[in-house]
Nanobody
Framework: VQLQASGGGLVQAGGSLRLSCAAS??????MGWFRQAPGKEREFVAA????????YYADSVKGRFTISIDNAKNTVYLQMSNLKPEDTAVYYC???????????????WGQGTQVTVSS
């Protein structure tokens, strides 16, 4: 499975960005996003089942971020709104063979895309 993330950039606080992650080699795995800020451990952001019917979010992004999936394009999206400086991090997409929802942990990883939110 190969994952290619894109869409990161620099945005002011309160702004929006949409991240994309194109997957190849998998059409059944759950998909999700993690992030890692400088000096911090990687943390879970959001996950979605392959059918798109089950989503799960970290409390820190709930109500501001929306994860979605387009199976025709084999692509998962993370729409980020009302961004805050503390959302600044490298965002990684991931695919999980068996787990979704709160158990999503990622078996395959993309290369990461930088999101910087200025105050």
């Amino acid at each position: 499975v190969q994952l290619q993330a894109s869409g990161g950039g620099l945005v002011q606080a309160g702004g929006s960005l949409r991240l994309s992650c194109a997957a190849s080699g998998s059409t059944t795995y759950a998909m999700g996003w993690f992030r890692q800020a400088p000096g911090k451990e990687r943390e879970f952001v959001a996950a979605i089942s392959r059918s798109g019917t089950i989503t799960y979010y970290a409390d820190s992004v709930k109500g501001r971020f929306t994860i979605s999936i387009d199976n025709a394009k084999n692509t998962v999206y993370l729409q980020m709104s009302n961004l805050k400086p503390e959302d600044t991090a490298v965002y990684y997409c991931a695919a999980d063979k068996y787990r979704s929802g709160s158990y999503f942990s990622g078996d395959y990883w993309g290369q990461g895309t930088q999101v910087t939110v200025s105050s």
